[in-house]
């Protein structure tokens, strides 16, 4: 079934979608661009980058943050990988850390045949037992793995023996097995193609046994956080800055290489978005990982457009609203209406500046199978009238927390005018520097609101729908759900879409996005984000690449 390379008829739609978006996603051409060649890319040299945020886990097996995985996609060796490739392509999965692997006649053992002279950073070989150690990782509860509900979801991959094991961090988990140095098996409860997706991502990478079976938080030489990838985390200091370096033990060992041009990346944590703008131009600094000020788009495209040192990426990115279903104000449903009918979506993106996105009042993106325009709530522009009817006895005492980025400050100034505007007027504000997400994912919190954005970890509407809205697998901490809505009747609906497949399966997932935000409305979508990036004049601009599942390369880049 799935011996060498994988691409299901799902990810080809998916595939085509995507390409589709990017062509309408970069207007016309560029007024100016780098000169052929001035973008002659050479190997070698660091390339520089900021972070206004710091990264939200240096743990690989909690890490849930796009800018973590976009260098975790050079630093991990998974069992599969996505190609280093744009558009359709990129969803391509090929074999990584193992060279081959076939799968049962009943669809539940996986057989995976692991690849010899694979190397850790560290010097020490890779074999089945360091893939086996990972998956333990991910699902010791006292790790906290974002990563466990997705190997434990009795209606989809749900690996024997692993939510007992999640649950009680006792015992061991029979579904995952080693027969000699270079082989490891996965079993699961009942057939689910999804498992070849899940065990391409990051977090699934191969790891040292050595690591604990708690959160790492800090990574000083890769002798306490060994790769198998083609670079390492070589340096980690908390709210300052993270080094990655070359793995010199690093070879493909039959598989396709892992691009890298550079020597690594240096990475400075809390640089604000306007410093990080003149960094870039003074060539101080090559790229803002969490992108610019909304100010600096319109002449950064009217100086360099979209083809040379200035792109606009289509992404799976949906920015929505996050309501604390579990109490408070938003335990109600006319309250969490009357957002969605005040908040005015086409305002929200176009204070990100230009070529942000587009308005959407779903879920799930147009390159996802199964999307559907929203047509439940106003898109262009709010219902203030009727928003104030939904709020009027529901207007208590609110907590919105936000990142408080240039970006996010100008959102939250925005979309607190539109509370207010509909009867929301006691409200506390919480600024984050970082870690916003793992503070909503941490259950009981004392949250009510906030704007926050999805990136789609894979090309299904599961990964949206399921993912961000099931109840049934809410946990302690790393909640993806973090607006908590837990009801019975929607989660059969989503338990049931689950186990579709095909068409049939993509069909009911748009029909059901629809049908939850208007039953129940635990979340309010507000775009779909484009990906905005500026590189420096040291950047070779032949070697910025986009990928559909990670939006930019790092594999790809070079510096002149």
Same mark, same amino acid.
């Given at each position: ?6 691409? =299901? %008829? ?9 390409? /589709? ?9 560029? +007024? ?17 980058? !900021? ?27 998974? $069992? $599969?990988?996505?190609?280093?490739? @744009?558009?359709?392509?990129?969803? &391509? ?5 193992? +060279? =081959? ?36 990782? #991910? ?34 988990? =029979? ?9 490891? #098996? ?21 790891? @040292? ?12 030489? /890769? ?71 909304? /100010? /600096? ?47 005015? &979506? ?28 929203? !047509? ?21 005492? %609110?907590?919105?927390?936000? !990142?408080? !980025?240039?970006?996010?400050?100008? %959102? ?39 704007? #926050? ?47 579709? &497949?095909?068409?049939? &399966? ?37 070697? #910025? ?16």
């Amino acid at each position: 079934m799935y011996k060498r390379f994988a691409l =299901s %008829i799902a990810m080809l739609a998916v595939g085509a979608a995507m390409l /589709a978006a990017a062509g309408s996603a970069s207007p016309g051409s560029a +007024q100016k661009t780098s000169s052929p060649a001035g973008s002659v890319a050479k190997k070698g040299g660091i390339f520089k980058v !900021t972070l206004f945020a710091n990264i939200e886990n240096i743990d690989p097996q909690r890490s849930y943050y796009a800018p973590e995985w976009q260098y975790e996609w050079l630093t991990a060796r998974p $069992l $599969l990988d996505f190609a280093h490739a @744009p558009g359709a392509r990129g969803y &391509r999965l090929l074999n990584e850390g193992a +060279q =081959s692997y076939t799968v049962s006649r009943d669809g539940r053992t996986y057989t995976f045949h692991i690849r010899h002279g694979m190397k850790f950073s560290n010097g020490k070989p890779i074999t089945a037992a360091n893939y086996k150690f990972t998956f333990m990782r #991910i699902l010791t509860p006292a790790v906290g793995s974002p990563l466990a509900s997705f190997l434990t979801d009795p209606v989809s991959v749900n690996i024997v023996g692993a939510l007992a094991y999640n649950t009680s961090g006792k015992g061991n988990v =029979s579904g995952l097995q080693t027969k000699g140095k270079y082989t490891f #098996i996965i079993k699961l409860v009942k057939p689910n193609a999804l498992l070849a997706t899940l065990v391409a991502l990051p977090p699934t990478g191969a790891e @040292p046994n050595t690591l604990p079976m708690t959160p790492i938080s800090s990574a000083p030489n /890769a002798n306490t956080l060994p790769s198998g990838g083609k670079y390492y985390v070589a340096q980690y200091v908390p709210d300052r800055s993270i080094k990655i370096r070359r793995n010199k033990y690093y070879t493909p060992a039959g598989a396709v290489p892992m691009p890298g041009n550079v020597d690594g990346f240096d990475y400075t944590i809390g640089v604000q978005q306007d410093q990080a703008l003149l960094l870039i131009e003074k060539g101080q600094s090559d790229w803002a990982a969490d992108g610019l000020s909304p /100010a /600096a788009w319109g002449s950064l495209f009217a100086k360099y457009g979209t083809k040379g040192r200035a792109r606009v990426f289509a992404t799976t990115i949906s920015d929505y609203v996050t309501m604390n279903t579990s109490k408070g104000v938003f335990s109600n449903l006319n309250a969490r209406k009357a957002v969605e009918y005040g908040i005015n &979506r086409k305002s929200l993106v176009k204070v990100r500046g230009p070529k942000a996105g587009s308005p959407e009042c779903s879920l799930l993106t147009p390159a996802i199978p199964g999307y559907k325009q929203c !047509t439940v709530y106003p898109v262009n522009k709010q219902d203030t009238a009727k928003a104030r009817t939904l709020a009027s006895g529901h207007t208590g005492h %609110i907590n919105y927390w936000y !990142t408080a !980025t240039t970006t996010g400050t100008l %959102i939250q100034r925005l979309a607190s005018a539109q509370l207010n505007a509909i009867g929301f007027r006691d409200i506390d504000y919480k600024p984050f520097q970082s870690g916003l997400f793992s503070a909503l994912g941490k259950k009981g919190n004392d949250y009510d609101f906030a704007i #926050i954005g999805w990136i789609a970890d894979f090309p299904d509407p599961y990964d949206y729908i399921n993912k961000l809205l099931g109840g049934s697998t809410i946990q302690a901490v790393q909640n993806n759900n973090t607006s908590y809505f837990n009801n019975p009747t929607a989660n059969k609906l989503m338990d049931k879409a689950a186990q579709l &497949r095909g068409l049939q &399966r993509f069909t009911t997932y748009g029909n059901l996005d629809s049908t939850i935000q208007k039953n129940w409305a635990p979340v309010a979508g507000i775009d779909n984000r484009n990906d905005r990036d500026f590189f420096s004049a040291r950047v070779a601009t032949s070697s #910025i690449v986009g990928s559909p599942v990670y939006i930019v390369d790092l594999g790809k880049l070079a510096l002149k």
